[in-house]
């Protein structure tokens, strides 16, 4: 079965404070995503990644950055934490090439920043 | 992309056949539908994909119509369990596709 693996499920953390969110998938995937997701607001893509070492920003990327130093691995890093970064964050996958657009969520991160 | 419409919200009794649609009036030759169910503090999961006409699994069945610019979720005989955010999402997959999610279609199932 497709899995994607978030990290941590529930963090607290200090303004100004760097956080690292983590997510791995074991399906040999080349895209990856990180999405926040806020009530009323719907999903929103903050980066994605479509190989080792490259990133793309999504709608919403100030205030992240991300890395991808291996295939299976996306990480997202808050630098200096904000109380607007409160949110549940979302990390998916999905295959290359044509055919579809099935992705593959994880459970999600609620990040509480206080 | 392709924009997607749909409904913000629907209400059902359980034991109910659902039928939620969304248009995609710029929906392009390469693009598929997948439609994507969510429930509260989890992630999106994938529910059912197609291309043209009808599509069936065991949870639901996806209506396209010929011109493809809108299409119709159906979940039969909803249950309590089924109450969620469903999600059209309309698009190709390709190196560095950015999927944009819309706000989809909050569904109540009600006693």
């Known amino acids: 079965d497709v899995k994607v693996t978030q990290s941590s499920r529930y963090l607290v953390k200090r303004t100004g404070e760097k956080v690292f969110l983590e997510c791995v998938q074991d399906m040999d995937h080349e895209n990856m995503f990180w999405y926040r997701q806020d009530p009323g607001l719907g999903l929103r893509l903050i980066y994605f990644?479509?190989?080792?070492?490259?990133?793309e920003k999504g709608d919403i990327p100030e205030g992240y950055s991300v890395s991808r130093e291996k295939k299976e691995r996306f990480s997202l890093i808050l630098e200096s934490a904000s109380t607007n970064q409160t949110s549940m964050y979302l990390c998916a996958s999905s295959p290359p090439g044509r055919g579809g657009n099935t992705i593959y969520f994880g459970e999600g991160s609620w990040l509480t920043v206080v | 992309l392709a924009k997607t419409t749909q409904p913000i919200s629907m209400d059902s009794y359980e034991g109910q056949e659902v039928n939620i649609t969304c248009s995609h009036n710029?929906?392009?030759?390469?693009?598929?539908i997948t439609w994507y169910q969510q429930f509260p503090s989890q992630g999106p999961r994938f529910i059912i994909q197609?291309?043209?006409t009808k599509v069936t699994n065991e949870v639901a069945s996806l209506f396209i119509p010929a011109d493809r610019k809108s299409s119709t979720l159906s979940l039969p005989r909803v249950s309590l369990s089924d109450t969620a955010v469903y999600y059209c999402?309309?698009?190709?997959?390709?190196?560095?596709?950015?999927?944009?999610f819309g706000p989809g279609t909050r569904l109540s199932v009600l006693p």
């Open positions: 990644s479509y190989d080792v070492k490259m990133k």
């Open positions: 999402l309309v698009g190709e997959r390709n190196y560095g596709q950015n999927f944009v």
């Open positions: 197609g291309y043209k």
């Open positions: 710029n929906i392009a030759t390469n693009d598929y």
